[in-house]
């Protein structure tokens, strides 16, 4: 379950966090688009990683708050109330219900095959 | 994990470590490039399971990802990364191989200027090659390279030559293989 922003006095629908970078504003463009005159353009920026949601100002004009504050970038928390530009959002992140997996994921491949596993490359002592 | 943007043309890499990277030539950016090609948010990135997405904010010149004009994309190590005409190359935290003969990237201009230079200088490959034999109870130190790769060391561009280790593998070609073993199955 992705996080998600629940509008609070709007009649706009809730906004899943869905995707790992959203761009937020009043630009066709945008992944999220809000339409009301206190939204820039393009306003401000969502990133989901780790399990944490960092917002990141985009120089609006009318700034975003995160319960009450006007903040540049914050990491968002859950139950925080969300102001971007002067549309509101309750901030609803999941809940962690299990054990974090285990640390001895695979590792990623790398670009190549390694050199043991490859019977065709010969090494030449030079 | 840490993983970092390999700057390829001039300008400082770009680390991307925190949860989100913005990058552009606003002061309060987290990468600022001051090139007047670049927007002033111009693009932001966060990391993925080891992969970066990056999204493009409406900048004029835009990102592609080896050489593909993107809006929203995703780097996978080794990808390449333009920001209007800055071009960067992804690495994870882990080294990795490459290889000239895949030609990627920076090693892919090495690759003629290596074999052209490497044939250009036959005396200093037979005085490499004169180096006294070493005897097996000696061991190798890491510093002490083979001459032919000294010589590729050489050749490389200095931010490459800095961070790899090389090894010089000679692949032969099909029809220059063994036989087929005969005891195989008929």
């Known amino acids: 379950m992705s996080a998600r922003l629940t509008p609070i006095n709007s009649n706009i629908g809730p906004v899943d966090l869905h995707r790992p970078v959203l761009l937020v504003g009043r630009h066709p463009e945008c992944d999220v688009r809000l339409e009301y005159p206190s939204i820039s353009r393009r306003h401000c920026c969502l990133a989901t990683a780790y399990d944490r949601v960092t917002l990141r100002d985009l120089g609006s004009r009318n700034g975003v708050r995160v319960n009450g504050l006007r903040v540049e970038e914050t990491v968002l928390r859950q139950g925080d109330e969300l102001a971007i530009g002067a549309i509101l959002f309750r901030v609803e992140l999941p809940q962690p219900?299990?054990?974090?997996?285990?640390?001895?994921?695979?590792?990623?491949?790398?670009?190549?095959p390694s050199l043991d596993e490859d019977d065709d490359l010969i090494p030449i002592d030079l | 994990m840490s993983s970092r943007l390999v700057a390829l043309d001039e300008g400082p890499d770009i680390p991307l470590d925190g949860s989100m990277v913005v990058v552009g030539r606003h002061p309060q950016c987290d990468a600022r490039l001051d090139s007047l090609r670049v927007s002033r948010h111009h693009?932001?990135?966060?990391?993925?399971?080891?992969?970066?997405?990056?999204?493009?904010?409406?900048?004029?010149?835009?990102?592609r990802i080896n050489g593909q004009r993107v809006e929203i994309g995703r780097l996978r190590p080794g990808d390449e990364l333009s920001i209007a005409h800055i071009r960067y190359r992804l690495e994870s935290g882990q080294g990795h191989d490459a290889t000239l003969a895949e030609g990627n990237g920076v090693l892919a201009a090495v690759r003629s200027s290596a074999a052209a230079a490497l044939l250009a200088r036959p005396a200093a490959a037979s005085k490499a090659a004169a180096v006294e034999p070493r005897p097996l109870s000696v061991p190798l130190e890491e510093s002490l390279e083979k001459p032919l790769a000294a010589m590729m060391r050489e050749i490389l561009p200095p931010n490459v030559a800095d961070k790899c280790r090389i090894q010089i593998i000679v692949q032969m070609n099909e029809d220059d293989q063994a036989p087929a073993n005969p005891e195989g199955d008929h």
Do not use: Q
Request: net charge negative; aromatic share 0%.
């Open chain 1, 97 to 112: 219900v299990a054990p974090p997996p285990s640390p001895a994921a695979a590792p990623s491949p790398g670009l190549l």
């Open chain 2, 43 to 63: 693009c932001c990135m966060t990391n993925d399971n080891g992969e970066v997405v990056v999204r493009d904010l409406g900048s004029t010149n835009g990102i």
